[in-house]
């Protein structure tokens, strides 16, 4: 049967991530930015939610199954709030849960717990690469397999919390396969470079991660001697930044209503003018559509569907640029006061030009 | 739950008209197209046949059972979708229920519902059809209707002229089908004075006066009526008489606008139907002449072919999940008119974009007509027109979203 209505239970949660998002994020959001920090008490507030831990199972210390809709319902709702926060809040996700996809066992007992029980903690993925062209299934970062387990080099970027992580989640190219590689902190070889001055996303610390010959056991690699697939990680971090993009999208949108019908030209609010109402037609046109297909690619990931892969590419592809279409539209909508820093369109717009690029980031 | 698994009664649905379109369809596509007005009654007959079969009465869903869950509008949604795709001039050819009988649906009481729809399951193939656009208004319908109805004891009379009615000659010429014309019991009320009548086949100073000859979907007739002192029983005015005569009620507007929730998911459907065979056809002959498309790589890594590909594969399934819902909600019996307009705004920009595109990229291969992308092309762009322009259906979402009257925004 086909359904576009979530169950209770989803419908709680995204709730209470909605008061979250508006009551706590979106107040938050431009001090964060311009201070190039987020508060830690409302990282923990938000970790507190119980989204990542609500889909880890009791065995590895969460309280539920997991489900990619229900992730991407959340992620949208709290993205809607500030995206540099959600990204924080939903890194450690990053690093859990491709673990629970593809880990051994004994990596699951290992290292689920530590990251889910208790406080936020820094455990994050480190994906992303310094390149134009960077592709998740062909990375520059290598892995060798050596008499004492794999030598990983390379270089990564935009990972997030480098400076205070306790472990990362390292994907390297191993013989031609994306695979991925459990890095303490501490381990020899590791440089974290100088915080990383972006576009948008201020608020978030990222860093350049540098890795010399760092040497790993054996059963650091996922899955151990086999390795695990990568494929479902990047496809659940495509839909997680394409959901989280229909969150920036509809904050733009949801901004942009009340400004046109309270803002007059020549004594009509311009709302009423076509040339604005069909911007505004399109925008939420664009979010409604975008939406179904991130659903669907949700949907699609968690009853392993053939196509799951290739129809979360799709849904990144789209909402990558309905968030540049929307996010524009919102400072055009507001004219010259888009530009201006008092109103949030325009970190909206600078945080929407970056989805493409933040694939890796968080996970639901 | 959100679920999009395919229901079992709906797969079926598709592989019988995958079929039909591929068998009854796609052959005669070319022909229908260059013979402007030739009745397509193979298709027709053999349609009539497999719809009596499966005890429908046409596309159009009619009575639902109580029990279970309820799937018609979206089975018709896939239908429509992959008929469409066989060819979208020859669906319009579709026997039974169509536009006329949405509004009979829509705006009728049962006992209406029953003495019109009840001629689709007879022995022959019967159309039935709408008439609102009058010649000097479209988009401005139903508030300029000039067609008047005026009631002498126990009929109606009804003068003025429709045009661009779809199937208007095989509802009222070529079977014993019907005509929804909105007409006003009070001009001076505008919208409020409209009403939907039933004017049937065969009915004096009824008259097709015009065929028209189209850029497009050919072997779908477009009628002109003219209504001359046509006389029609009383009880052929749509709803209930004690609701409808009140001079101010707006239910005769109301029932054209809820004919359209149904209806504008159905022609976005459609539209993603001709989308997809455009998109399927451009792929295939990309394929034969050795172009692979490769999914998962960024942009600034993909040929200029593979960015359009994409590009219109998000469009037409985003478009397709979006349509699907709207369907779902008249299932549901939710309010639909946002999801309907929307869906139908960007389908009808989906399909005019893809095919105009697909006609582009493939140079000399997509300008002849050795191939249908032109025929497609040309197909395409009556989607962005009838039901409602993209420009009304804009209209009708921002009204939604800003939560504006027409006074508001127009």
């Given at each position: ?364 | ?125 019967v159309f039935d059809a709408f008439a609102l656009t009058e010649p000097h208004a479209g988009s401005a319908m139903p508030a300029e209707v000039r067609t008047t109805a005026v009631r002498d004891g126990d009929e109606w009379v009804l003068n003025g002229e429709k045009i661009f009615i779809t199937a208007g000659h095989k509802a009222l010429v070529d079977s014993q089908g019907f005509l929804v014309v909105w007409a006003t019991i009070d001009p ?12 049937e086949a065969g009915t004096p100073g009824c008259k097709v006066t015009k065929l028209e000859h189209k850029l497009g979907i050919r072997a779908s007739d477009t009628a002109s009526v003219v209504l001359d002192g046509c006389r029609i029983p009383f009880e052929n005015l749509l709803g209930s008489p004690e609701v409808v005569q009140k001079k101010k009620s707006e239910k005769g507007f109301k029932g054209a606008m809820a004919t359209f929730d ?149």
């Amino acid at each position: 049967m086909y359904s576009f209505e979530p169950t209770d239970e989803q419908r709680m949660l995204i709730d209470a991530v909605h008061r979250y998002a508006e009551n706590d994020l979106k107040p938050a959001a431009r001090e964060a930015e311009e201070e190039n920090e987020l508060p830690a008490n409302l990282i923990e507030k938000g970790w507190e939610l119980g989204v990542l831990q609500a889909s880890i199972p009791e065995a590895y210390g969460g309280f539920g199954e997991h489900s990619t809709v229900t992730g991407v319902l959340a992620a949208e709702e709290m993205a809607c709030g500030d995206l540099a926060a959600s990204l924080a809040v939903m890194a450690p996700g990053a690093f859990v849960l491709p673990i629970l996809f593809g880990g051994s066992e004994e990596q699951k007992t290992e290292w689920i717990p530590a990251v889910i029980e208790a406080e936020w903690k820094p455990y994050v993925a480190a994906l992303i690469e310094p390149s134009f062209d960077f592709t998740p299934t062909e990375m520059n970062t290598s892995a060798k397999k050596g008499k004492q387990g794999y030598t990983l080099n390379g270089v990564k970027a935009y990972v997030p919390f480098a400076d205070q992580a306790k472990a990362f989640l390292v994907f390297a190219d191993l013989e031609g396969e994306t695979q991925a590689f459990i890095v303490p902190a501490d381990a020899e070889g590791i440089r974290v470079g100088e915080r990383e001055k972006l576009l948008g996303i201020q608020a978030l610390p990222t860093f350049r991660l540098e890795l010399e010959n760092v040497l790993v056991p054996e059963n650091a690699r996922l899955a151990g001697e086999d390795g695990a697939a990568v494929e479902r990680s990047i496809a659940n971090a495509q839909v997680a930044t394409a959901a989280m993009a229909l969150g920036l999208s509809r904050a733009a949108l949801e901004y942009a209503i009340p400004y046109a019908k309270e803002r007059e030209v020549w004594g009509t609010p311009i709302a009423q003018k076509q040339s604005i109402a069909f911007m505004l037609a399109e925008m939420a046109i664009e979010i409604e559509a975008i939406r179904m297909l991130v659903w669907e690619a949700a949907w699609k990931l968690d009853n392993s569907k053939e196509d799951a892969a290739k129809t979360a590419y799709l849904a990144l592809s789209g909402a990558s640029d309905m968030a540049m279409m929307v996010t524009d539209r919102a400072v055009q909508v507001l004219g010259g006061h888009g530009y201006i820093r008092e109103h949030p369109v325009e970190l909206w717009m600078r945080n929407g030009r970056g989805i493409p690029d933040f694939t890796g980031l968080a996970m639901v | 739950m959100i679920s999009f698994e395919m229901p079992e009664k709906i797969e079926h649905a598709v592989v019988l008209a995958e079929t039909i379109a591929e068998n009854m369809m796609r052959p005669v596509s070319r022909h229908f197209d260059e013979n402007e007005h030739e009745i397509p009654w193979d298709y027709i007959e053999f349609m009539h046949t497999s719809l009596k079969a499966l005890g429908g009465g046409g596309l159009t869903p009619g009575k639902e059972k109580k029990e279970g869950p309820r799937i018609s509008f979206q089975r018709m949604a896939f239908q429509t979708e992959m008929l469409s795709w066989g060819d979208v001039g020859l669906w319009l050819c579709t026997p039974g229920g169509g536009l006329g009988a949405a509004a009979v649906n829509a705006a009728g009481t049962d006992e209406q519902k029953e003495r019109f729809l009840a001629r689709h399951r007879g022995e022959k193939p019967v159309f039935d059809a709408f008439a609102l656009t009058e010649p000097h208004a479209g988009s401005a319908m139903p508030a300029e209707v000039r067609t008047t109805a005026v009631r002498d004891g126990d009929e109606w009379v009804l003068n003025g002229e429709k045009i661009f009615i779809t199937a208007g000659h095989k509802a009222l010429v070529d079977s014993q089908g019907f005509l929804v014309v909105w007409a006003t019991i009070d001009p001076e009320a505008r919208r409020a004075g409209v009403r939907p009548f039933v004017v049937e086949a065969g009915t004096p100073g009824c008259k097709v006066t015009k065929l028209e000859h189209k850029l497009g979907i050919r072997a779908s007739d477009t009628a002109s009526v003219v209504l001359d002192g046509c006389r029609i029983p009383f009880e052929n005015l749509l709803g209930s008489p004690e609701v409808v005569q009140k001079k101010k009620s707006e239910k005769g507007f109301k029932g054209a606008m809820a004919t359209f929730d149904a209806t504008r998911p159905v022609v976005a459907a459609s539209a993603l139907g001709i989308a997809r065979a455009t998109l399927e056809k451009l792929k295939e002959l990309l394929a034969e002449r050795g172009v692979e498309i490769r999914y998962g790589l960024p942009r600034s890594r993909m040929t200029n072919l593979e960015r359009e590909i994409v590009d219109m594969e998000v469009m037409l399934r985003s478009t397709w999940l979006l349509t699907l819902k709207a369907m779902w909600q008249m299932d549901e019996r939710k309010p639909n008119t946002l999801a309907a307009s929307m869906s139908k705004v960007r389908a009808g920009d989906v399909v005019v974009k893809i095919t105009q595109r697909a006609v582009e990229l493939l140079g000399p291969l997509g300008y002849t007509r050795e191939y249908l992308l032109e025929k497609w092309f040309r197909d395409a762009k009556i989607n962005d027109l009838y039901e409602g322009t993209g420009q009304i259906n804009r209209l009708i979402v921002a009204r939604q979203i800003l939560d504006y009257t027409r006074h508001e925004l127009s």
